[in-house]
């Protein structure tokens, strides 16, 4: 194999059947999400941070990498507007965290 062989292989790995789950009681459901993604999913997340826009970085990554058990998006580009007006601050904040960390509830717990 070669190294990009190798790169891609690890990376495949990393996803296939690898949804990891994140409780949020008080929005009574469990959201799932990837240990890690592609920079394409990563790329407009990077770009709202570097200009600044944290809390827009914050609420981009819930939009694209909050799933349901079957790896579909939970959220809709059309539900930016109700998360950034209409939902706890503190919650998006640690939803975030947690997808944006890849680490399983009981661990980010610990932190």
Aim: proline share 4%.
């Amino acid at each position: 194999m070669s190294v990009i062989d190798n790169i891609t292989k690890h990376f495949n790995d990393a996803l296939e059947n690898n949804l990891i789950k994140h409780h949020v009681p008080e929005w009574d459901t469990d959201i799932y999400y990837y240990p890690t993604y592609s920079f394409k999913n990563e790329q407009k997340i990077m770009e709202l941070q570097s200009k600044g826009k944290t809390v827009d970085a914050l609420v981009e990554s819930i939009l694209v990498k909050c799933l349901d058990a079957n790896g579909k998006r939970l959220f809709t580009d059309a539900n930016r507007a109700q998360l950034m007006n209409e939902a706890d601050p503190k919650l998006i904040i640690r939803v975030a965290g947690a997808i944006n960390t890849g680490i399983p509830d009981e661990e980010y717990e610990k932190n």
